[in-house]
């Protein structure tokens, strides 16, 4: 289990949210995209999703209307874990 929550975290940022459209409509709001700034977010992200579709940094999508991620913890490749397990 890790300690390490993006929601509370001074490393996350959500950077941008959808324009309220059709899709949305009647939800409370856009979602927001969240995304990791410590500065090894990339590199760890890199390196542990080298496959990965998404954008290197790229947490997880709010719920609508919110402004933190929906993801309950972080994810694998979260900087401040890899730092800890090393
Ligand atoms: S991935 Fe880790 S360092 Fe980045 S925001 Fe989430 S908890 Fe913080």
Wanted: a positive charge; charged letters at 25%; proline letters at 12%.
């Amino acid at each position: 289990m890790s300690n390490f929550i993006c929601r509370y975290c001074q490393h996350m940022k959500m950077t941008g949210r959808a324009n309220p459209n059709g899709n949305n409509y009647g939800l409370k709001g856009p979602r927001g995209e969240c995304f990791c700034e410590h500065p090894k977010a990339i590199e760890s992200f890199r390196r542990v999703c080298p496959k990965s579709p998404r954008m290197a940094g790229f947490i997880d999508f709010t719920p609508p209307g919110d402004d933190y991620p929906a993801l309950k913890t972080s994810p694998q490749w979260c900087p401040l874990k890899r730092e800890v397990a090393k």
